[in-house]
């Protein structure tokens, strides 16, 4: 299937920020996936060797590196990106990686892949189509490019479908308050959908739109990483936490750009400007316990993000 419309995938990260290429594209990528979860899923995508392998929506080239290398020696990679200076990166990532001979890099949008029916073994894209208007368009585009009996896999958030993840010892909200706040942030993820900002439920979508594709052995899996942190902080892993929640915080910068798109967001949801104003004081208050109880070494956390992996096989 050919779209002649170019997607609009205007979502409010803004990657030509370093800082927050920095924090999202590197940082969080450490948190998600465990060295066995990589391993398993490699079994499960059916990687190896000789493989055609492309990463739609590579960023930093982060799925690339991680499950590319799998279909080394003899294989092919390709990262395609929308953003030419992210593809940059991921091009001197790659030969970092001692695999750059076998990679290629191309700009282009994910919901018009500039490639060929069935030119891949697999298709991967992680972390790409919660940030478009139209995912579904860039699922038809990945199983359009991917050969039969290859697979199609699709790492991916799926908010909304049920509660929060993550917790803190700080969280001393009374039911009234804590009602509210699950209130804004399912309006936060109604107004990033209203706004064409993409679609964080993706994940709670992704198997019935493989399955209605005619996908085989569509299968799922969710990450199973939790970063914590808990007084007297023993572990190094926890150290580890707690001096980069700490770098975070110092280079916290409130009221820009993330936190203006945030109360956009809300009102597209249907927020009123009182809740918004509501939303804005709170927020702050609770930035300002939390960066006391991180300065106190008495917080404790976690957060672990909670992603998903979907595949299926094309007919
Ligand atoms: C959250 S980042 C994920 C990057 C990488 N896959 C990773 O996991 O580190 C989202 C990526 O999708 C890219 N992107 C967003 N919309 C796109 C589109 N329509 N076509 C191609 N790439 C797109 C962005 O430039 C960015 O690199």
């Given at each position: 299937m050919k779209h002649s419309r170019p997607s609009d995938s205007k979502h409010p990260i803004d990657y030509s920020n370093p800082k927050v290429r920095r924090e999202i594209l590197t940082r969080q990528r450490r948190d998600i996936w465990t060295p066995e979860q990589v391993e398993s899923l490699a079994r499960h995508l059916k990687l190896k060797p000789g493989l055609k392998l492309l990463d739609v929506g590579c960023?930093?080239?982060?799925?690339?590196?991680?499950?590319?290398?799998?279909?080394?020696?003899?294989?092919?990679?390709?990262?395609?990106?929308?953003?030419?200076?992210?593809l940059a990166t991921a091009k001197r990532f790659c030969r970092r990686g001692g695999?750059?001979?076998?990679?290629?890099?191309?700009?282009?949008?994910?919901?018009?892949?500039?490639?060929?029916?069935?030119?891949?073994?697999?298709?991967?894209?992680?972390?790409?189509?919660c940030h478009l208007a139209e995912p579904e368009r860039a699922l038809d585009e990945m199983i359009r490019v991917t050969r039969r009996g290859?697979?199609?896999?699709?790492?991916?958030?799926?908010?909304?479908?049920?509660?929060v993840s993550g917790?803190?010892?700080?969280?001393?909200?009374?039911?009234?308050?804590?009602?509210?706040?699950?209130?804004?942030?399912?309006?936060?993820?109604?107004?990033?959908?209203?706004?064409?900002?993409?679609?964080?439920?993706?994940g709670c979508w992704m198997p019935s739109w493989m399955e209605a594709r005619g996908m085989k052995d569509v299968d799922v899996r969710s990450n199973e990483r939790v970063r914590w942190v808990a007084p007297p902080y023993r572990s190094p892993a926890q150290r580890v936490t707690?001096?980069?929640?700490?770098?975070?915080?110092?280079?916290?910068?409130?009221?820009?750009?993330?936190?203006?798109?945030?109360?956009?967001?809300?009102?597209?949801g249907g927020a009123t400007e009182a809740q918004v104003r509501r939303v804005r004081r709170g927020s702050k208050r609770e930035y300002e316990r939390f960066a006391g109880?991180?300065?106190?070494?008495?917080?404790?956390?976690?957060?672990?993000?909670?992603?998903?992996?979907?595949?299926?096989?094309?007919?």
């Open positions: 960023g930093h080239g982060y799925a690339l590196r991680t499950w590319g290398r799998y279909c080394l020696p003899g294989g092919e990679l390709t990262g395609l990106d929308r953003e030419r200076s992210l695999i750059a001979d076998s990679c290629r890099f191309v700009e282009g949008d994910a919901c018009d892949l500039p490639f060929k029916d069935n030119s891949f073994h697999v298709t991967l894209a992680h972390v790409v189509l290859g697979c199609v896999a699709v790492f991916d958030n799926a908010i909304g479908g049920g509660a917790w803190s010892n700080i969280r001393t909200r009374s039911i009234e308050r804590r009602v509210f706040y699950d209130e804004m942030y399912l309006r936060m993820h109604d107004g990033v959908r209203k706004l064409g900002h993409g679609n964080f439920e993706v707690i001096r980069s929640t700490r770098e975070r915080i110092k280079a916290f910068e409130p009221g820009k750009f993330i936190d203006r798109a945030y109360y956009r967001q809300l009102r597209a109880a991180v300065e106190d070494r008495t917080i404790a956390f976690a957060s672990s993000g909670q992603f998903w992996c979907i595949w299926g096989f094309k007919p």
